[in-house]
């Protein structure tokens, strides 16, 4: 997950751990974003310095409605150079912060459901279901550039991965107190049998 993003993680704990890895890896994801108009950061997130600066156009719920569905189905779309990708090795984002350039291919990536509401002139709101493998930050540039500006992430929130969601998960101040009690729970299970 992105630095300056929230929301669901999962962390897996326990035998069978590493099998269970790789199907939910390829779980669809949903997330919640506050989208800056007029700027672009060479990160699309508030990590990075302002590179571009252009106007914001009228823009209604109709063209909001119309940039939603062209977005909806699948679509290559290549991963920010600010991104864990691996190049040769390594994250991308190591090289880019010692001032190197790295080539990212676009990967087939899939839009299930994207809703798109105006909060002020310069910010939108937005909600996405995802493939695995979306760069929401992406997302966030690419509905900005459709709109005829640019734009750049604010908030990113991951609301849920498949079924797992905001509304069941665990702070992760609260993890400990909870994995204590998973632990007692099993040993008083074990201990019946």
């Known amino acids: 997950m992105d630095p300056f993003a929230d929301g669901v993680l999962l962390i897996l704990i326990g035998r069978g751990a590493t099998r269970q890895m790789e199907t939910l890896l390829k779980l669809k994801k949903s997330y919640r974003a506050l989208l800056q108009l007029g700027s672009k950061t060479e ?112 908030e990113l929130t991951r609301e849920s991965i498949g079924p797992y969601n905001l509304e069941n998960a665990v702070q992760l101040t609260e993890l400990p107190i909870v994995l204590q009690e998973e632990k007692k729970y099993l040993i008083e299970k074990e201990t019946a049998n």
């Open 43 to 154: 990160s699309a997130d508030t990590e990075g310095d302002v590179i571009e600066t252009r106007e914001i156009p009228v823009i209604d719920d109709l063209l909001l409605q119309q940039v939603s569905k062209f977005f909806v189905g699948e679509y290559l779309q290549t991963p920010p150079q600010h991104s864990a990708k691996k190049v040769r090795g390594r994250p991308a984002y190591k090289y880019v912060r010692k001032g190197e350039s790295v080539e990212l291919k676009p990967k087939k990536v899939q839009i299930y459901n994207l809703d798109i509401e105006k909060k002020k002139d310069d910010v939108l709101e937005f909600w996405v279901t995802c493939s695995s493998g979306t760069y929401i930050r992406v997302l966030g540039e690419e509905i900005a550039e459709k709109l005829g500006t640019v734009g750049y992430l604010t």
